[in-house]
């Protein structure tokens, strides 16, 4: 079992609407969680951080259940410029060594 | 520019050569990793460094990988006698080390062994 485990997709939603993705983690002892954004053949940037209480920037909802250890990313009145991968992201240790355990990533294709 | 710089951008190998990646982390920047971008998948991670400190390379597939920091800044992956399975993109990213401090990627190489 992977790690960090996403729906790859792809999601193709018209413009406007709204899409929510999922991610799931097997480490209950995660300590911290992120969202990506990957355009292609470029390099993964950082979307959000991801916070228990729920975390909103613009039209990006991110929420993290630990108790579940789920993850999920909503995006509002999507745009075409919203088309990419998504990579949900965990740290292990926030101590050091912070490597990103990342899934596999969903495609997001928003249709005009 | 100030951001992580790696090079090659492409590289094109025959099975059987070595390689070697380049990293150029944001200046200042303690923590550098390297990740591994197969097709369709999700980085990867290979190795990082505490300034030219390996302090993990759990991640590397195999003892044909080798990376150093000798001077706790630039930073190689060397891959040697390349495999077709090799082909993927290599991302180097960079932080500031401390406690949650967001990691910044380079562009990638894109190696691609024939």
């Known amino acids: 079992r992977k790690e960090v485990e996403q729906d790859p997709g792809p999601f193709n939603v018209p413009e406007g609407a709204t899409v929510a993705f999922n991610c799931t983690y097997s480490n209950s002892a995660s300590q911290s969680f992120f969202w990506y954004r990957q355009d292609c053949r470029k390099e993964p940037k950082l979307l959000m951080s991801?916070?228990?209480s729920g975390n909103e920037d613009g039209r990006f909802t991110a929420q993290l259940n630990r108790a579940s250890q789920y993850i999920s990313l909503l995006i509002r009145d999507s745009k075409l410029s919203d088309s990419a991968t998504y990579l949900c992201v965990v740290i292990l240790s926030n101590f050091g060594n912070e490597k990103l355990t990342f899934g596999t990533g969903t495609r997001l294709t928003i249709i005009p | 520019g100030a951001g992580v710089s790696q090079s090659p951008r492409y590289k094109v190998a025959k099975r059987g050569q070595d390689v070697a990646l380049r990293c150029d982390p944001i200046?200042?920047?303690?923590?550098l990793f390297w990740y591994q971008q197969a097709l369709g998948q999700g980085p990867e991670f290979l190795t990082y460094f505490q300034n030219e400190a390996q302090l993990d390379k759990s991640g590397l597939p195999s003892d044909r990988f080798f990376a150093e920091r000798p001077e706790g800044s630039v930073s190689t992956l060397k891959i040697q006698r390349t495999q077709q399975e090799d082909s993927a993109v290599y991302l180097c990213?960079?932080?500031?080390?401390?406690?949650?401090?967001?990691?910044?990627f380079g562009d990638g190489t894109r190696l691609s062994i024939l």
């Open positions: 991801v916070y228990s």
């Open positions: 200046s200042g920047h303690v923590s």
């Open positions: 990213a960079s932080s500031l080390g401390q406690q949650a401090q967001p990691q910044h």
